[in-house]
């Protein structure tokens, strides 16, 4: 089981769940769920209306698109972003996957809804001899764990 779901009512007729482009490409395109508008150094949280399943030992890396970094000036607030496994099924927001977008330009950016903003990679991951997580179960994302 690795997959991308909707999340569940909202509108997705135009929209298609986050695909590759070409047989190698590592990433899946991630799109954005609505019109939005970036201003110069600020961080925006950017809805993709999907959420990813996928095994134990696995995470989904977001990292930026190469182009939009190039032309706009757009990156990942984060750096990378590490869509848990466990995230998927987290009761406050259903594994929704939100791209924090860094504007370093100088201009208002609009992004369309549909418009590729990131690339997912599914990636395996290793653990500790002695590896201990703190708790079972994860209440919902961006700082839940604090
Ligand atoms: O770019 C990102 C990064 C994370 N997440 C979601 C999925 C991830 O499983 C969860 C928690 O992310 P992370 O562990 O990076 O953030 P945190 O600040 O440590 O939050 P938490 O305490 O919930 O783990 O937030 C996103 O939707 N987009
Ligand atoms: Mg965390």
């Given at each position: 089981?690795r997959?991308?779901?909707?999340?569940?009512?909202?509108?997705?007729?135009?929209?298609?769940?986050?695909?590759?482009?070409?047989?190698?490409?590592?990433?899946?395109?991630l799109?954005?769920?609505?019109?939005?508008t970036?201003?110069p150094?600020?961080?925006t949280?950017?809805?993709?209306?999907?959420?990813a399943?996928?095994?134990?030992?696995?995470?989904?890396a977001?990292?930026?698109?190469?182009?939009?970094?190039?032309?706009?000036?757009?990156?990942?607030?984060?750096?990378?972003?590490?869509?848990d496994?466990?995230?998927?099924?987290n009761?406050?927001?259903?594994g929704?996957?939100?791209?924090?977008?860094?504007h370093?330009?100088?201009?208002?950016i609009?992004?369309a809804?549909?418009?590729?903003?990131a690339?997912?990679?599914f990636?395996?991951?290793?653990?500790?001899?002695?590896?201990s997580?703190?708790?079972?179960?994860?209440v919902?994302g961006?700082?839940?764990?604090?």
């Amino acid at each position: 089981m690795r997959r991308f779901e909707w999340i569940d009512g909202i509108d997705v007729s135009d929209l298609e769940l986050p695909v590759r482009q070409t047989p190698d490409s590592a990433g899946y395109d991630l799109c954005a769920l609505h019109d939005v508008t970036l201003a110069p150094a600020r961080v925006t949280l950017v809805p993709t209306g999907v959420r990813a399943r996928m095994r134990a030992g696995e995470f989904l890396a977001l990292y930026a698109r190469s182009s939009l970094a190039i032309r706009y000036g757009l990156f990942l607030a984060n750096g990378v972003g590490v869509i848990d496994a466990d995230y998927a099924d987290n009761p406050s927001n259903h594994g929704h996957i939100m791209i924090p977008l860094l504007h370093f330009g100088e201009k208002d950016i609009r992004i369309a809804r549909k418009e590729r903003i990131a690339q997912g990679v599914f990636t395996a991951f290793l653990l500790t001899d002695d590896d201990s997580p703190k708790t079972q179960k994860r209440v919902g994302g961006f700082g839940s764990t604090l």
